[in-house]
């Protein structure tokens, strides 16, 4: 049996959506101009960027072109990847994770406008150091499983938009009619394992409410679920890339599709894919227990 989430099964599935008729856009490029038949081609960039220059020349040499997302890490950005995978022609796009970082420095859940305006100024900051690499126009968060913020709390007090940001993908895009598939938890069915990156995380919007967000989140958004949009998420359900292409093949899935790819996890060597099996198996059971406590 063919070994899953290896470079030759990612470009297999990119070949196999090409040939069922679907484009590939950007997340900016989408946002501009929304297209049916189309997979909305994102990567988070969480480790391993070394990873994401072997997806995106895959991707560049099949004429795909996709949206990368890179965290600030205590590295910093990698600007080598950053520009090389730019230079091919992708989108590079801030993985933001700045409440998680300033909630474990406040330590005060009470504080929660104070500790928003603190990542607020570290958003502000890791972006301008981004956009010296490559041009930016569209950001999305990092799940940061390990805390108990989303940082997606900011944009209760602040609005990117002031700061040239079109697009954030579980803010700002409707999947009523549009398909989220993700590889976390290295499997496409790895909603349990996930804190964050997921359809449905606020169906029918948060108990409070958006009233009083800077930015309110789109209705039928991942941040502010519909019934029809829940609808959708739910009648489609993957857990090998396998699963995928054969519905692709069979005609079974909707036009529209966002699809989110780790790059790390997907590699051709043995050693590398044999750990990040083995790592993933870990952070799920971790990932398992930190959502039945929360």
């Known amino acids: 049996m063919a070994r899953d989430f290896t470079l030759s099964s990612f470009r ?9 008729g679907y484009s590939f856009s950007t997340v900016a490029g989408y946002a ?10 994102r990567h988070d960039v969480d480790a391993s960027p070394g990873n994401s220059i072997c997806t995106a020349l895959s991707e560049k040499a099949l004429g795909i072109r996709g949206t990368y997302y890179f965290r600030y890490g205590r590295h910093g950005f990698d600007s080598g990847a950053i520009r090389q995978i730019s230079g091919m022609g992708h989108e590079a796009g801030y993985h933001y994770e700045d409440l998680a970082f300033a909630w474990r420095r406040a330590n005060r859940a009470d504080r929660e406008q104070e500790t928003a305006a603190a990542a607020f100024e570290s958003f502000r900051f890791n972006l ?19 805390s108990p913020a989303d940082s997606r709390l900011m944009w209760r007090y602040f609005d990117y938009k002031d700061h040239g940001i079109m697009t954030e993908p579980y803010m700002d895009i409707s999947f009523e009619d549009m398909l989220y598939l993700t590889d976390t938890g290295r499997r496409w069915d790895g909603s349990a394992f996930s804190l964050r990156d997921k359809a449905g995380f606020a169906k029918k919007g948060s108990p409070e409410g958006y009233g009083d967000w800077k930015v309110v989140p789109l209705q039928g958004s991942l941040m502010n679920m519909t019934d029809r949009s829940a609808a959708l998420q739910a ?13 692709a093949r069979a005609a079974k899935l909707p036009d529209k599709i966002m699809m989110t790819v780790h790059p790390q996890r997907w590699d051709d060597m043995i050693i590398p894919w044999l750990s990040e099996l083995i790592s993933q198996k870990a952070k ?11």
């Open 284 to 294: 799920n059971s971790v990932k398992y227990f930190l959502i039945k406590i929360h």
């Open 32 to 41: 501009r101009m929304p297209r049916s038949r189309t997979v909305v081609l």
């Open 235 to 247: 009648k489609y359900q993957f857990h090998e890339t396998a699963d995928i292409e054969k519905a």
């Open 128 to 146: 301008h150091k981004l956009r010296e690499i490559a041009e930016i126009e569209t950001i999305c968060m990092h799940g940061s499983p390990m």
């Open 12 to 20: 297999n599935l990119l070949q196999t959506l090409s040939g069922a």
